[in-house]
């Protein structure tokens, strides 16, 4: 099976990507979303029958099954985007046992395709800016692009993942049938960050202390076409070496994504950085 770009969206035999049929399987999917979360209040997970009703009436509620257990997930549903449509793509879970079997990955080019078959050709989903393995399977895998920062989106969280943080997030847009999307589908990776670096000014600097990275000041004056800003690869280690040092990062990386974003510019590509002892990544914001 092919997309409308020429992608091949076939799944490894072993692991079959498709709408949930059961009552069981929905079930299933709540629990998931327990596990994976660690979610202790309830009310934070997807229902059983708001994801049944929304399966009824155009959303897109995609598992990835292997031996018949429900390892995976993906849910989105019919928003608004103008005067057009898009699907908002509001959760993806997959148990940590698969996550090094690219199983987010199928699940979210098998949404593609059911997306596209609906005739709708975007699909948005919001992430945590500071978690550079979802920002390098967003933008620079699948080829979305964010150009909106939401602080607190979510409010508190009951997953011990969030704790001690705002919910800020990126709001990302992935043009499924644009030549970005279908270069990085095809497995074109991005520009070459050398290249990219030259154009580039720096929006903040590392600084490192008792083994702890954190960030200068961001400088709010640039005005090239390219800028970029540096994060920890591991932002999780960071919040469990110091829950005061992660709140710094998430302050400063707000007060930058918000006035860059605000000024016309979009988060393109993410880079990370390949001495893995300065244990840092590395995002570029170019003017839209």
């Not at 709408?19 to 009310?43: A, I, N």
């Not at 059911?114 to 620079?140: C, E, K, M, R």
């Not at 670096?197 to 600097?205: H, K, P, S, V």
């Not at 590392?206 to 990275?213: R, V």
Request: with cysteine; proline share 5%.
């Amino acid at each position: 099976m092919r997309g409308r770009c020429g992608v091949k969206t076939k799944a490894e035999p072993e692991m079959e990507i498709r709408e949930l049929k059961t009552l069981e399987e929905f079930q299933r999917c709540v629990e998931l979303q327990k596990s994976v979360w660690g979610l202790e209040d309830p009310f934070d997970a997807v229902p059983l029958p708001l994801l049944v009703v929304s399966q009824k009436h155009g959303g897109c509620i995609l598992g990835a099954f292997q031996d018949e257990a429900l390892v995976g997930f993906v849910y989105s549903f019919v928003g608004r985007h103008g005067t057009g449509l898009l699907h908002h793509s509001h959760m993806l879970a997959v148990l940590p046992e698969h996550r090094n079997a690219q199983v987010g990955y199928r699940l979210k080019r098998a949404q593609r395709d059911f997306v596209l078959h609906q005739g709708i050709d975007l699909i948005t989903w919001t992430y945590d800016p500071l978690l550079s393995l979802n920002a390098h399977f967003n933008l620079t895998k699948l080829g979305a692009v964010a150009d909106e920062y939401e602080p607190n989106v979510y409010g508190v969280s009951s997953s011990p993942l969030h704790r001690g943080l705002d919910t800020d997030r990126f709001l990302v847009k992935w043009h499924l049938e644009s030549r970005r999307v279908c270069d990085r589908l095809a497995g074109k990776g991005p520009p070459s960050l050398v290249d990219l670096m030259e154009l580039a000014a720096r929006i903040n600097r590392i600084q490192g202390k008792d083994k702890i990275l954190r960030s200068t000041e961001p400088d709010l004056d640039l005005v090239a076409e390219t800028v970029a800003l540096e994060i920890p690869s591991d932002f999780p280690a960071v919040k469990e070496q110091s829950l005061e040092v992660a709140q710094d990062w998430q302050r400063k990386t707000r007060k930058a994504f918000l006035h860059y974003l605000g000024r016309g510019y979009a988060a393109t590509e993410f880079y990370r950085n390949p001495d893995l002892e300065k244990k840092t990544a590395l995002y570029l914001l170019q003017r839209k």
